[in-house]
């Protein structure tokens, strides 16, 4: 009898892996900024007190979910996954003060990512998939406890220095770390033929 090989899946994160929420909250927050208040600090807390209201000012403006630019680092990494024979699907974290966003999230797969499955959650690290693409340390974490065979990708960025682990490879995008691309897809490529 022949086994029917499970469908490997890969779960994408939008904000900081396929839309650019931090280069948006930075234009905007520093269009609010005070008198005397120069500019942002390079890595942004947006809870942090001094920010946090304006934040969430932003973060309750229609459309503004909606029109989160795309980052052609993280559909790099959508058309290696499905080149490679994986299933994606959007993870993705719901405000739970913005049931706008949940929305708006529903309608930026649409347009950018049309047919893909999107699943907007409090807890990312109940949802199962083979392999979490995202950006957020915490979260990472937490879904690889979760998931002991797991992989993690993780976009480089700013606020993700800090933290390393055995199962997550970074991703340098762009055309000086060639490398990192072609390491995350070796590592890809033995996951999904395990
Ligand atoms: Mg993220």
């Given at each position: 009898m022949s086994k029917t090989k499970k469908k490997k899946l890969v779960a994408h994160d939008l904000d900081g892996c396929m839309c650019d929420w931090d280069g948006?909250?930075?234009r905007d927050l520093t269009a609010m900024l005070l008198p005397g208040e120069a500019s942002l600090p390079p890595i942004?807390?947006?809870?942090?007190?001094?920010?946090?209201?304006?934040?969430?000012?932003?973060?309750?403006?229609?459309?503004?979910w909606l029109n989160l630019v795309p980052l052609a680092s993280g559909f790099k990494l959508y058309e290696l996954v499905k080149e490679i024979g994986f299933k994606s699907q959007v993870l993705t974290k719901g405000p739970r003060r913005f049931p706008m966003a949940w929305a708006e999230k529903v309608q930026w797969c649409a347009a950018h990512m049309p047919g893909v499955g999107v699943n907007i959650v409090m807890n990312k690290e109940l949802f199962n998939a083979d392999v979490l693409i995202d950006d957020f340390p915490p979260y990472n974490m937490k879904w690889l406890d979760r998931h002991p065979n797991g992989l993690v990708i993780m976009p480089d960025r700013p606020w993700n220095q800090w933290w390393n682990h055995q199962r997550a490879f970074r991703y340098r995008d762009g055309v000086e770390e060639p490398a990192d691309f072609q390491l995350v897809k070796a590592v890809l490529e033995a996951k999904f033929n395990e």
């Amino acid at each position: 009898m022949s086994k029917t090989k499970k469908k490997k899946l890969v779960a994408h994160d939008l904000d900081g892996c396929m839309c650019d929420w931090d280069g948006a909250m930075k234009r905007d927050l520093t269009a609010m900024l005070l008198p005397g208040e120069a500019s942002l600090p390079p890595i942004l807390d947006p809870n942090v007190p001094e920010y946090r209201d304006r934040c969430e000012i932003i973060k309750g403006r229609p459309g503004w979910w909606l029109n989160l630019v795309p980052l052609a680092s993280g559909f790099k990494l959508y058309e290696l996954v499905k080149e490679i024979g994986f299933k994606s699907q959007v993870l993705t974290k719901g405000p739970r003060r913005f049931p706008m966003a949940w929305a708006e999230k529903v309608q930026w797969c649409a347009a950018h990512m049309p047919g893909v499955g999107v699943n907007i959650v409090m807890n990312k690290e109940l949802f199962n998939a083979d392999v979490l693409i995202d950006d957020f340390p915490p979260y990472n974490m937490k879904w690889l406890d979760r998931h002991p065979n797991g992989l993690v990708i993780m976009p480089d960025r700013p606020w993700n220095q800090w933290w390393n682990h055995q199962r997550a490879f970074r991703y340098r995008d762009g055309v000086e770390e060639p490398a990192d691309f072609q390491l995350v897809k070796a590592v890809l490529e033995a996951k999904f033929n395990e």
